[in-house]
């Protein structure tokens, strides 16, 4: 049986060496188990996206991490440094830090050349802010998803088979398929503006929600409390208040509007 040295401090600090009784195979494996727990430390990450059947999110070193579903290689990210990232349902796209954009997946998903300040990957199409703030969007175009107007925009989100985005001036523009009245989006101001599957949801400038499209499932029934974000998914919509508690509403089915407390 194997041996190890092991090297002992006296309280005097000085430090002797001598043979203990303790076989190799214990010390390895006390090695690995401090190894295995150190590589099951949760990664960290700046921000995370959640498409159809797959999550990317960017680490803190600006690197890129995707999960789930791979049918495509949309949970397959290149390589290099990203300021944000949108998961789609076969495709994902990134902002580098160089202003460009990247995608990966389905085989219709490739970029445009050109710098652009954020992109918002939706069910077969992509939509980008570029940095003069006009938008360019690419993909299927079905239902006219990537015929963007010609305005300047703040913030745009692509969803199934529609987009919306938040003008210059806060009013909203959507376009696409309304076939449940996802893009007839009210005359108001907005903060921010998420496309659903097949409803829309926006945050005004009072900080109160709107939704509007289809709702089977309650999904447009916001709560009467004031938000700092919302993000509609396909049949329920979740939103961040004011005192940093989320609140979900819609279609319950697998738990997904149950937040967690705290």
């Known amino acids: 049986m194997g041996r190890v040295w092991v090297e002992r401090w006296s309280a005097l600090g000085r430090s002797s060496r001598r043979r203990w ?3 190799l195979a214990l010390v390895l494996v006390g090695a690995l188990g401090l190894a295995a727990r150190a590589q099951a430390a949760p990664a960290q990450f700046r921000s995370v996206s959640s498409g159809a059947y797959h999550t990317c999110g960017v680490r803190l070193d600006d690197t890129l991490a995707c999960w789930g579903l791979n049918l495509d ?3 397959r990210p290149p390589a290099g440094k990203f300021r944000s990232v949108s998961a789609g349902v076969r495709h994902t796209c990134g902002v580098r830090l160089d202003d460009t954009v990247a995608c990966w997946g389905w085989e219709w998903a490739r970029a445009p050349a ?10 077969d199409h992509t939509c980008g802010l570029r940095l003069d703030d006009t938008l360019t969007c690419w993909g299927l175009n079905g239902h006219g998803q990537t015929r963007a107007p010609e305005h300047k925009f703040r913030s745009v989100s ?3 088979l529609f987009t919306c985005g938040v003008r210059l001036d ?3 523009a959507c376009w ?3 076939g449940s009245g996802q893009t007839s989006s009210p005359e108001h101001k907005f903060r921010t503006v998420s496309a659903g ?3 829309t949801c926006g945050v005004r400038l009072d900080d109160t929600l709107t939704c509007w499209g289809l709702d089977g499932h309650g999904q447009t029934r916001a709560p009467e409390h004031k938000f700092r974000s919302v993000s509609a998914g396909t049949l329920f919509t979740c939103g961040v208040r004011l005192d940093e508690t989320v609140a979900c509403w819609g279609s319950n089915q697998y738990g997904q509007a149950k937040p967690p407390a705290g």
């Open 197 to 199: 599957a097949y409803h």
């Open 176 to 178: 696409g398929s309304n």
């Open 21 to 23: 009784p303790m076989p």
């Open 158 to 160: 692509a969803g199934t």
């Open 73 to 75: 290689g949309q949970a």
């Open 170 to 172: 806060e009013t909203l």
């Open 114 to 123: 050109g710098k652009f300040r954020s992109v918002s990957a939706g069910s």
